[in-house]
């Protein structure tokens, strides 16, 4: 069945980029999201990526998606303290959310 | 201000005692989901609603009920709550239930059963 795979830490020194990496195994999904959770809240979209794009930039965010390999990778430039929280990718598949495990990214000043 | 809304935010209780949480979205959306979600699982859905008085079971649906007699409303019931029920819950509700539709969540929902 459809499945989504994430590593589920990262720790980064404040200032450096982080790259949260996704696999996911149902070709036919149309759009792959990047969603946020922080400590105590609920989840909130960051990103999304259309499946026939290759890469999509948002300030900081840079999702690169890779249809061949099924994998998909979000990048955040500079990242900040505030940037620590529980990172989902999810794919989208007939009609809900297949979401990963979730990456707790650690930011250390 | 478009929100998705759950209360309680946090519920104690204790095995087989009824308890219900509420969701209700303010966006006028037709599709409404609840999730459960627990450490290396991420989530999982449980039930969703495609329009009122239409329901259809997730994932993981088993100890759950759901109902949707108001578009607004979405309440998860659980009947006899067990402690393998304890988690971290979250509604979800957007326009429909195409790929283009984003998701919006709730705050969540912390249910420990005793």
Redesign the interface.
């Known amino acids: 069945g459809e499945d989504?795979e994430q590593s589920?830490f990262l720790s980064v020194r404040e200032g450096d980029s982080s790259v949260i990496n996704c696999t996911y195994t149902d070709s036919s999904?149309?759009?792959l999201y990047w969603?946020k959770q922080e400590p105590?809240?609920?989840?909130?979209?960051l990103t999304?990526i259309f499946s026939n794009m290759d890469m999509k930039q948002d300030q900081r965010l840079t999702v690169l998606l890779n249809k061949k390999d099924k994998h998909l990778s979000l990048r955040i430039a500079d990242t900040q303290t505030g940037d620590s929280a529980i990172y989902?990718c999810a794919e989208?598949y007939t009609?809900?959310?297949i979401?990963?495990?979730?990456t707790t990214l650690q930011v250390k000043p | 201000e478009a929100q998705?809304t759950q209360n309680p935010r946090y519920l104690i209780t204790v095995t087989g005692k009824k308890l219900t949480v509420t969701c209700s979205q303010n966006m006028n959306h037709e599709?409404m989901?609840w999730?459960r979600q627990d450490p290396?699982?991420?989530?999982?859905?449980i039930y969703?609603s495609m329009n009122v008085e239409v329901t259809d079971k997730?994932d993981v649906p088993e100890g759950y009920k759901v109902s949707r007699k108001e578009k607004r409303n979405f309440p998860l019931i659980l009947e006899s709550p067990s402690p393998n029920q304890t988690s971290l819950y979250?509604c979800?509700s957007s326009s429909g239930?195409?790929?283009?539709d984003?998701?919006?969540?709730?705050?969540?929902t912390r249910l420990t059963v005793l």
């Open positions: 989504v589920l999904s149309t759009y969603y105590g809240a609920g989840l909130q979209l999304y989902f989208s009609g809900k959310l979401f990963g495990q979730g | 998705v599709y989901s999730y290396g699982l991420g989530l999982r859905q969703y997730g979250f979800a239930a195409g790929v283009m984003t998701q919006y969540f709730g705050p969540g």
